[in-house]
């Protein structure tokens, strides 16, 4: 499979968020919807209902505006990669260009709190942000176990545990 240079999504993003939840790229269902967390099988969204009573069956743009009710501001690490199909393993290195989150990091002084969905959320961030953000030493950084269907090695309730734990303390 060839991989391609992908472009990811804009942030959901309101009034003064306190939360900064971070993937890494979409997959390619939500690139192709344009819309985050499209896979019928990602638990994004079914975490959200549990967490928040978000119900998953109300259209993107209603659970987008629920989210952002609960302070909650929704991107991704990586702005431009390549990459052949989903997988975040399949993305190359040398070809990642990250979205401006120190920049809104600068705007949004409030967001007190980044929460990584998976690894590679995590580690691109680290490798490329972290080092731009020495002077926000008043954040705290979560790594949730990714929502994605690509990785099972934790039940889904293991997982909704680490992200109730996340987000609602």
Same mark, same amino acid.
């Given at each position: 499979?060839?991989?391609e ?5 804009t ?13 890494s790229m979409? !997959?390619?269902?939500s ?5 985050y ?11 959200m ?12 743009q209603q659970?987008?505006q629920?989210?952002?009710g609960? !302070?909650?501001a ?9 990459r052949? !199909?989903?997988?975040d393993?399949?993305i ?8 401006a ?16 969905? !998976?690894?590679?959320?995590?580690e ?13 030493t008043?954040?705290?950084?979560f ?6 269907p690509?990785?099972a090695?934790?039940?889904?309730e293991q997982?909704?545990e ?8």
């Amino acid at each position: 499979m060839l991989s391609e240079l992908l472009t990811g999504l804009t942030p959901v993003l309101g009034a003064r968020p306190r939360i900064l939840l971070l993937g890494s790229m979409p !997959g390619a269902a939500s690139l192709l919807e344009q819309r985050y967390y499209a896979h019928p099988r990602n638990l994004f969204w079914p975490f959200m209902q549990q967490l928040f009573a978000i119900p998953t069956e109300l259209d993107y743009q209603q659970r987008c505006q629920l989210l952002i009710g609960q !302070g909650i501001a929704l991107w991704d690490v990586i702005a431009h990669c390549e990459r052949a !199909g989903s997988l975040d393993s399949a993305i190359k290195k040398s070809s990642v260009i990250c979205n401006a989150i120190p920049q809104l990091l600068d705007a949004e002084p409030q967001i007190l709190k980044i929460c990584f969905n !998976g690894a590679k959320a995590a580690e691109e961030f680290k490798r490329h942000l972290l080092p731009l953000l020495k002077h926000r030493t008043d954040i705290e950084y979560f790594q949730l176990p990714s929502s994605s269907p690509a990785h099972a090695s934790q039940s889904k309730e293991q997982k909704l545990e680490l992200w109730a734990k996340a987000l609602l303390e």
